[in-house]
Protein backbone atom coordinates (compact mmCIF):
# COMPACT_ATOMS: atom_id res chain seq x y z
CA UNK A 1 0.00 0.00 0.00
CA UNK A 2 0.99 3.37 -0.79
CA UNK A 3 2.05 5.40 2.58
CA UNK A 4 0.75 8.80 2.66
CA UNK A 5 2.64 12.14 3.20
CA UNK A 6 1.42 12.27 7.62
CA UNK A 7 2.66 8.57 7.75
CA UNK A 8 5.97 8.66 5.96
CA UNK A 9 6.42 11.99 8.31
CA UNK A 10 5.57 9.86 11.59
CA UNK A 11 8.59 7.43 9.92
CA UNK A 12 11.20 10.31 9.42
CA UNK A 13 10.36 11.38 12.81
CA UNK A 14 10.93 8.51 14.28
CA UNK A 15 13.86 7.82 12.60
CA UNK A 16 15.95 10.46 11.76
CA UNK A 17 14.03 13.55 14.00
CA UNK A 18 16.94 15.11 14.74
CA UNK A 19 19.31 14.84 11.20
CA UNK A 20 15.95 15.77 9.41
CA UNK A 21 13.51 17.79 11.52
CA UNK A 22 16.40 19.69 13.12
CA UNK A 23 18.30 20.52 9.84
CA UNK A 24 14.92 21.56 7.90
CA UNK A 25 14.41 24.63 10.97
CA UNK A 26 18.16 25.42 11.15
CA UNK A 27 17.68 25.76 7.51
CA UNK A 28 14.67 28.03 7.26
CA UNK A 29 16.50 29.89 10.48
CA UNK A 30 19.39 30.53 8.21
CA UNK A 31 17.89 31.80 5.16
CA UNK A 32 15.79 34.07 7.48
CA UNK A 33 19.39 35.62 8.24
CA UNK A 34 19.02 33.87 12.64
CA UNK A 35 21.90 31.53 13.42
CA UNK A 36 24.43 35.05 12.67
CA UNK A 37 27.12 32.51 15.32
CA UNK A 38 26.94 29.40 13.31
CA UNK A 39 27.62 30.88 10.25
CA UNK A 40 30.45 33.02 11.76
CA UNK A 41 31.39 29.40 12.35
CA UNK A 42 31.36 28.06 9.72
CA UNK A 43 32.81 30.85 7.52
CA UNK A 44 36.25 31.07 10.34
CA UNK A 45 39.48 29.00 9.00
CA UNK A 46 43.34 28.80 9.99
CA UNK A 47 44.30 31.91 7.22
CA UNK A 48 47.85 31.20 6.54
CA UNK A 49 48.49 34.57 3.48
CA UNK A 50 47.78 38.05 4.45
CA UNK A 51 47.71 41.77 2.62
CA UNK A 52 50.59 43.84 4.17
CA UNK A 53 47.99 46.49 5.03
CA UNK A 54 47.55 47.35 8.68
CA UNK A 55 44.72 46.07 10.74
CA UNK A 56 43.07 49.42 11.59
CA UNK A 57 42.72 50.25 15.52
CA UNK A 58 39.04 50.11 15.55
CA UNK A 59 39.80 46.69 14.43
CA UNK A 60 42.19 46.15 17.20
CA UNK A 61 40.06 47.37 19.80
CA UNK A 62 37.26 45.07 18.98
CA UNK A 63 39.06 42.02 19.21
CA UNK A 64 41.00 43.02 22.58
CA UNK A 65 37.50 43.63 23.95
CA UNK A 66 36.19 40.34 22.46
CA UNK A 67 38.50 38.74 24.06
CA UNK A 68 38.59 40.97 27.41
CA UNK A 69 34.68 39.90 28.06
CA UNK A 70 35.79 36.37 27.48
CA UNK A 71 34.19 34.00 30.91
CA UNK A 72 37.32 32.75 33.30
CA UNK A 73 37.06 30.11 36.17
CA UNK A 74 35.38 31.94 39.00
CA UNK A 75 36.14 35.13 36.67
CA UNK A 76 39.68 35.27 37.77
CA UNK A 77 41.00 36.41 34.81
CA UNK A 78 44.47 35.26 35.24
CA UNK A 79 45.58 36.48 31.78
CA UNK A 80 46.94 39.10 29.55
CA UNK A 81 46.90 39.89 25.85
CA UNK A 82 49.77 41.89 23.82
CA UNK A 83 48.83 43.61 20.56
CA UNK A 84 51.86 42.92 19.00
CA UNK A 85 51.70 45.86 16.36
CA UNK A 86 55.39 48.22 16.27
CA UNK A 87 57.37 46.97 13.91
CA UNK A 88 60.30 46.54 16.85
CA UNK A 89 57.71 44.37 18.69
CA UNK A 90 57.15 42.45 15.32
CA UNK A 91 60.58 41.92 14.17
CA UNK A 92 61.10 40.21 17.59
CA UNK A 93 58.39 38.13 17.36
CA UNK A 94 59.18 36.90 13.99
CA UNK A 95 62.49 36.10 15.29
CA UNK A 96 60.62 33.41 17.37
CA UNK A 97 57.78 32.89 14.65
CA UNK A 98 57.63 34.38 10.77
CA UNK A 99 53.03 34.89 11.79
CA UNK A 100 53.09 33.60 7.87
CA UNK A 101 53.66 37.24 7.37
CA UNK A 102 50.64 38.61 9.34
CA UNK A 103 51.11 42.74 9.62
CA UNK A 104 50.38 41.69 13.34
CA UNK A 105 49.78 39.61 15.89
CA UNK A 106 48.45 39.06 19.35
CA UNK A 107 50.46 37.20 22.16
CA UNK A 108 47.80 35.44 24.96
CA UNK A 109 49.36 34.39 28.29
CA UNK A 110 48.42 33.62 31.49
CA UNK A 111 49.35 33.41 35.37
CA UNK A 112 48.66 29.84 36.88
CA UNK A 113 49.29 31.49 40.79
CA UNK A 114 46.14 33.97 39.53
CA UNK A 115 43.96 30.87 38.12
CA UNK A 116 41.33 29.01 40.12
CA UNK A 117 42.37 26.09 40.88
CA UNK A 118 39.63 22.63 40.95
CA UNK A 119 39.95 21.35 44.62
CA UNK A 120 39.20 17.79 43.86
CA UNK A 121 42.21 17.56 42.21
CA UNK A 122 44.38 20.29 42.04
CA UNK A 123 43.83 21.16 38.06
CA UNK A 124 44.75 24.41 37.16
CA UNK A 125 42.08 26.55 35.13
CA UNK A 126 45.12 29.29 33.69
CA UNK A 127 45.24 27.32 30.48
CA UNK A 128 41.72 27.15 29.65
CA UNK A 129 40.81 30.79 30.79
CA UNK A 130 43.67 31.90 28.05
CA UNK A 131 41.85 29.18 25.22
CA UNK A 132 38.93 30.64 25.83
CA UNK A 133 40.22 34.07 25.40
CA UNK A 134 42.20 33.03 22.59
CA UNK A 135 39.06 31.52 20.92
CA UNK A 136 37.17 34.93 21.43
CA UNK A 137 39.90 36.47 19.86
CA UNK A 138 39.84 34.46 16.56
CA UNK A 139 36.05 34.25 15.96
CA UNK A 140 36.11 38.38 16.63
CA UNK A 141 38.61 38.57 13.86
CA UNK A 142 35.90 36.28 11.57
CA UNK A 143 33.58 38.54 12.70
CA UNK A 144 35.18 41.21 11.23
CA UNK A 145 36.39 40.28 7.89
CA UNK A 146 40.10 39.32 9.40
CA UNK A 147 42.30 36.49 8.69
CA UNK A 148 43.73 34.73 11.73
CA UNK A 149 45.50 31.64 12.76
CA UNK A 150 46.25 30.25 16.39
CA UNK A 151 49.63 29.72 16.80
CA UNK A 152 51.05 27.60 19.48
CA UNK A 153 53.93 25.57 17.55
CA UNK A 154 56.74 28.02 18.96
CA UNK A 155 59.78 27.73 21.09
CA UNK A 156 58.70 29.16 24.84
CA UNK A 157 62.15 30.18 25.71
CA UNK A 158 63.05 32.11 22.64
CA UNK A 159 59.61 33.82 23.05
CA UNK A 160 60.19 34.53 26.91
CA UNK A 161 63.58 35.92 26.31
CA UNK A 162 62.56 38.17 22.93
CA UNK A 163 59.74 39.76 25.61
CA UNK A 164 60.85 40.53 29.22
CA UNK A 165 57.68 42.61 28.80
CA UNK A 166 55.73 39.17 29.21
CA UNK A 167 57.74 37.92 32.32
CA UNK A 168 55.63 35.96 35.11
CA UNK A 169 53.31 34.73 32.22
CA UNK A 170 52.98 31.95 30.31
CA UNK A 171 52.33 32.22 26.93
CA UNK A 172 50.11 30.19 25.62
CA UNK A 173 49.50 31.23 22.08
CA UNK A 174 49.93 33.47 19.55
CA UNK A 175 47.53 34.87 16.80
CA UNK A 176 48.32 35.96 13.45
CA UNK A 177 46.00 38.65 12.36
CA UNK A 178 45.50 40.49 9.28
CA UNK A 179 43.37 41.25 6.08
CA UNK A 180 43.40 37.87 3.97
CA UNK A 181 45.40 37.89 1.11
CA UNK A 182 43.03 37.39 -2.12
CA UNK A 183 44.14 34.05 -2.58
CA UNK A 184 44.14 32.82 0.87
CA UNK A 185 42.06 29.80 1.10
CA UNK A 186 41.38 27.25 4.44
CA UNK A 187 44.02 24.37 4.40
CA UNK A 188 43.39 20.85 3.14
CA UNK A 189 42.65 20.13 7.20
CA UNK A 190 40.24 22.43 7.39
CA UNK A 191 37.54 20.36 6.15
CA UNK A 192 38.49 17.14 7.82
CA UNK A 193 36.11 17.38 10.61
CA UNK A 194 35.02 14.28 12.86
CA UNK A 195 31.46 12.87 11.61
CA UNK A 196 28.80 14.17 14.16
CA UNK A 197 28.62 10.43 15.08
CA UNK A 198 32.18 10.02 16.38
CA UNK A 199 32.29 13.71 18.00
CA UNK A 200 29.36 13.44 20.03
CA UNK A 201 26.87 11.29 21.80
CA UNK A 202 23.41 11.87 23.21
CA UNK A 203 23.11 10.06 26.38
C1 LIG B 1 45.74 24.99 20.12
C2 LIG B 1 46.00 25.22 18.65
C3 LIG B 1 47.30 25.33 18.20
C4 LIG B 1 47.56 25.56 16.84
N1 LIG B 1 48.85 25.76 16.43
C5 LIG B 1 49.09 26.01 15.12
C6 LIG B 1 50.42 26.28 14.68
O1 LIG B 1 51.37 26.33 15.45
N2 LIG B 1 50.62 26.51 13.35
C7 LIG B 1 49.58 26.50 12.45
O2 LIG B 1 49.82 26.71 11.26
N3 LIG B 1 48.30 26.26 12.85
C8 LIG B 1 48.04 26.02 14.15
N4 LIG B 1 46.74 25.81 14.57
C9 LIG B 1 45.64 25.82 13.60
C10 LIG B 1 45.11 24.40 13.37
O3 LIG B 1 46.05 23.65 12.65
C11 LIG B 1 43.77 24.49 12.64
O4 LIG B 1 42.84 25.16 13.47
C12 LIG B 1 43.19 23.12 12.28
O5 LIG B 1 44.04 22.46 11.36
C13 LIG B 1 41.80 23.24 11.66
O6 LIG B 1 41.84 24.10 10.54
P1 LIG B 1 40.94 25.41 10.48
O7 LIG B 1 41.34 26.28 11.63
O8 LIG B 1 41.26 26.03 9.15
O9 LIG B 1 39.50 24.99 10.59
C14 LIG B 1 46.47 25.61 15.92
C15 LIG B 1 45.17 25.53 16.39
C16 LIG B 1 44.93 25.34 17.73
C17 LIG B 1 43.49 25.29 18.21
Not at 43 to 69: G, H, T
Not at 115 to 124: E, M
Request: hydrophobic share 45%; aromatic share 10%.
Amino acid sequence: MKKGFFSRLGDVSRIHHRAAFADVEYRINRFFGSYGFLSLVEKRYSCRKFKSQPVSDVKINRMLEAARLAPTASNKQPVHVWAVTSETALERLRAVHPLFGAPMAFMVGCKPDEAWVRSFDGKNGAETDAAIIGTHLMLCAADLDLGCTWIGAFDPVKLAEAFPEAAGYQITALFAVGVPASDATPSERHSQRKSMEDFATEL
